[in-house]
């Protein structure tokens, strides 16, 4: 008795403490898919009480990124991709819109939608543009093989809207650095971008591409990205599960990353 008291000394009951404890263990990676999570250990290593481990073990279950079976006991079954919240991509996706290292989530992009349409009024004042039409396209992406999100882009019309379809269908196929795909894209080099995120239920459509109810959390982001010349070239929403994505931001100016979270 003496025993187990000191080795609970110390340790947190809440449930939800360890859960997000856990929820970010997956994220960063730190939790071996190939090996069984035990309890004890967990609550060890997490400097929590077995009962609040197990909670958080059921809610990670309900979340459907494990598996508790008798006999195989816990695993990890589903990653959380982190994406840097100006970009679209997790870090560790690769150079390529169909592979990944060996230890990333193997990612494809199928295009719904690329088309010369008539620009919704807002769209138009948010972009500064007097055209009354302008390029929209739309996105799904595939991450590991499940459906992680989807993203509808405003681009003016200041080039062959053709030509245009050509260099983003061109891009899903080879993606490099953010800077580079944004370059290749609009022919100028990145300025900066400006990023909002908001939770909200899911819509009917949005739901079905993603494969999940209607009503679930989703994460829309709002992006509006720059060129050097300060002059706005796209804005793109994006719709991320919010069982499955994580967005992230570094806190600091990067060259190469310059994604901004407002």
């Known amino acids: 008795m003496r025993l187990k008291r000191e080795k609970g000394k110390g340790a947190h009951s809440s449930p939800r403490r360890a859960y997000e404890q856990l929820r970010a263990g997956i994220r960063v990676g730190a939790l071996d898919p190939r090996q069984r ?53 997790p870090r ?8 990944a290292g ?51 882009g405003y681009i003016p019309r200041t080039r062959d809207s053709e030509d245009l379809v ?36 899911c819509s009917r459509r949005i739901a079905h591409l993603l494969g999940i109810e209607e009503g679930s959390p989703v994460l829309l982001r709002e992006l509006t990205l720059l060129d050097a010349f300060g002059q706005i070239r796209e804005i793109s929403y994006t719709h991320f599960r919010g069982d499955r994505i994580a967005l992230s931001a570094d806190g600091r100016a990067s060259i190469g990353r310059r994604a901004q979270a407002s």
């Open 166 to 201: 050509d260099r983003i269908e061109e891009l899903d196929k080879d993606l490099q650095s953010f800077d580079a795909n944004f370059a290749r894209v609009f022919g100028v080099p990145f300025g900066g971008s400006r990023t909002t995120v908001e939770a909200l239920p």
């Open 102 to 152: 060996p230890d990333g989530p193997v990612a494809f992009v199928e295009e719904l939608r690329n088309e010369v349409a008539a620009c919704p009024a807002d769209v138009r004042e948010r972009l500064g543009v007097e055209a009354r039409t302008i390029f929209i396209y739309e996105q799904l992406v595939l991450l590991s093989g499940e459906p992680a999100y989807v993203r509808i």
């Open 37 to 89: 999570l035990v309890d004890d250990g967990l609550a060890d290593v997490l400097g929590a009480s077995r009962n609040s481990v197990r909670r958080a073990l059921q809610m990670l279950a309900e979340d459907g990124l494990i598996t508790r079976e008798r006999g195989t006991g816990t695993t990890l079954c589903r990653p959380i991709f982190e994406v840097p919240a100006g970009e679209m991509l």
């Open 92 to 99: 560790n996706a690769g150079s390529t819109a169909e592979s």
